[in-house]
């Protein structure tokens, strides 16, 4: 099957643990990993890859680390600085230094371009990653201590420890080439994720989230505590769990929570309270129902503001979720207005990309940052890149469509917006009504059943037939029903008379008493009556299933007129009577 989107993908020779996009420049991306201290064969790396068209990478630059030390487990690109690009990686000193108390896990590099470019399609290296300095954050790490988390925004960044004895959180400046420690914050567990996102000028606000608990912290002039904003409520056995969550707007958080025993995954927008005594609500949720595991999370604005602190305005944000089986889901999710207050809304899917990487995990996710091109005249895209264990990249291009609301006034000067191409999918009322529908059926199924065994419809469905003959005696002339019973009795007080008793062998005959007796407008003038059947006054009578159609019909209508039967009796009770000549309801009914 055809990708659905554009796509390119490369090969490296290490393991890959991390990704981002360089946001000033959308068809740079950088990766590392690898093989970790002491194994030999296997290099620790960090490669800066271009998309030199929609179907090919190339590998611009390289870095080749310690094979002695770690492998770069997080990295995160931060500023451009003149011609170069801030990139910082966690990455553990060699296990000498870290037994002498030494672990500098935080890495400031460059990317900057070599005066000679290499021309598009070249396989020439034409970037430079130059490390710049080795910091260290965390205070009293153990041997098994690293840094697997990594987030910049704007000049102030955040990372956090895994594996060790003591769970840390560390808040830093990224201004220059050497961070600057602004403070550690003990977490009772490893932190499952985190982020930051810029609030003001020198304002941020960090969150963080383990198991069922989602925090935040503000970092400026006068940082706060750390407070709970969100837990996720108990549901029986199928509470999710936290995997990863990334900031929407300084209002909004969007994170995955995966079910139990790879059951599935529950996307959570949350809007963050404002007065720090509240808790977060949920603003939209959405479900990826297959049996999968959230492994990496991305999210980007479609129409970012022009600077970090400028409001959020109506907008729609691409989520991807990838998970265990090489697989990533897309969404789309809205950011609308009212009354100046942001909403989320229709957080609905879209696409489905199976075996990104063949049957490998899928280790990271980043999308490139899109900006609003000053004319319209080309396609546009957004760039989603993903990594593997397997040392694969792929980058997807999905397409973009210009976007254009018919309900707002027209402006000449409003700046046009984008939004992906491919229709997003609302939640579907067909399986609802389809399930209405079968109720509905069965039910009628039953009660047809029910009616025709009580003998008060006739027999469409034949239940008789597939009962018992224990179940289905009811219907016998020898054993009637209710219904049966009051119609002879109906018969017999035709002229205000009592119940007919017949003997063995006898029969219940209807006739009329004068046949064919009519007034002078043609109206029947004689009267129905009933009595034990005698051939020689009677005639020799006939059952109801002798009597044609004609005179069913004439019969039905004036046993209805005489008050004797009704339609929900049922013709079951006409069994064993006898019906004598009706000719002038026959005669009128065959008139028309």
């Known amino acids: 099957m055809a990708p659905p989107f554009p796509s390119a993908s490369t090969e490296l020779d290490y393991p890959l643990y991390a990704v981002d996009f360089d946001q000033e420049d959308s068809n740079r991306l950088v990766v590392g990993g690898g093989g970790g201290a002491g194994r030999s064969g296997v290099g620790n790396k960090i490669t800066v890859i271009e998309t030199v068209s929609q179907d090919e990478l190339r590998v611009a630059g390289e870095l080749t680390l310690s094979r002695d030390e770690d492998s770069v487990m997080s990295l995160a690109i931060g500023a451009n600085m003149g011609k170069a690009t801030h990139l910082y990686a966690g990455v553990n000193s060699s296990p000498d230094s870290i037994a002498k108390g030494k672990n500098e896990h935080l890495r400031t590099l460059t990317i900057q371009k070599t005066k000679a470019r290499a021309s598009a ?18 205070s009293n790490p153990d041997a098994d201590t690293y840094q697997r988390l990594l987030r910049i925004a704007g000049q102030a960044g955040v990372a956090a420890t895994a594996m060790g004895k003591e769970h840390q959180l560390a808040v830093f400046d990224a201004a220059g080439a050497s961070p600057r420690l602004r403070g550690i914050l003990e977490l009772p567990e490893e932190a499952q994720d985190v982020d930051i996102i810029q609030t003001g000028e020198k304002q941020y606000q960090v969150a963080f989230c383990y198991k069922y608990e989602l925090h935040v912290v503000d970092i400026g002039a006068d940082e706060s505590e750390p407070r709970p904003v969100f837990v996720i409520p ?28 790879r059951s599935g995954v529950v996307l959570l927008g949350i809007r963050l309270p ?68 942001g909403i989320l809304a229709s957080l609905w ?16 996710l980043a999308f490139s940052t899109f900006a609003t091109p000053k004319t319209h005249t080309h396609p546009q ?20 469509r210009k976007y254009v609301d018919k309900a707002a006034p027209r402006n000449k000067n409003a700046s046009s917006r984008y939004v992906v191409a491919m229709k997003s999918r609302g939640p579907s009322s067909r399986g609802v009504y ?26 469409l469905l034949h239940v008789n037939k597939l009962l018992p003959s224990r179940y289905s005696t009811l219907q016998t002339a020898e054993n009637q029903p209710i219904f049966t019973a009051k119609f002879l009795s109906n018969l017999g007080n035709l002229d205000g008379g009592e119940s007919i008793k017949t003997q063995e062998g006898e029969q219940i005959v209807v006739y009329e008493s004068v046949p064919g007796a009519t007034d002078g407008t043609g109206e029947a003038t004689n009267k129905i009556q009933a009595g034990v059947h005698d051939s020689a006054v ?40 006898l019906f004598g000549e009706l000719a002038g309801a026959v005669g009128r009914a065959v008139a028309g």
């Open 121 to 138: 399609g070249t396989k020439t290296a034409d970037t430079v990653v130059t490390e710049l300095s080795r910091t260290a954050l965390f």
């Open 234 to 261: 108990e549901n029986e056995s199928r509470r999710p769990t936290f995997r990863s969550i990334r900031y929407v707007t300084p209002s909004f958080i969007l994170a995955a929570a995966n079910l139990p025993k």
């Open 274 to 341: 404002v007065k720090s005594d509240e808790q977060g609500r949920l603003s939209v949720t959405g479900r990826i129902p297959e049996k999968i595991a959230a492994t990496a999370l991305a999210v980007s604005n479609l129409s970012p503001p022009e600077s970090p602190t400028a409001s959020v305005g109506e907008t729609q944000f691409v989520v991807a979720v990838a998970s265990h089986d090489s697989s990533i889901s897309l969404f789309t999710l809205e950011h609308r207005l009212g009354h100046k207050v």
């Open 349 to 364: 899917p879209f696409q489905t990309l199976k075996s990104v990487h063949g049957n490998d995990n899928i280790t990271g």
């Open 381 to 400: 895209y957004i760039k989603l890149a993903s990594i593997s264990l397997q040392k694969s990249v792929a980058v997807h291009n999905i397409p973009l």
């Open 434 to 459: 389809i399930t209405l529908t079968v109720i509905a059926l069965i039910l009628a199924l039953v009660g047809q059943s029910m009616l025709e065994w009580l003998g008060v419809r006739p027999a």
């Open 538 to 577: 009677h005639g020799p009578g006939k059952t109801w299933e002798e009597l044609g159609e004609k005179q069913k019909e004439a019969w039905r209508s004036r046993l209805k007129e005489a008050g004797a039967w009704s339609q929900q009796m049922g013709e079951n009770v006409f069994k064993g009577v």
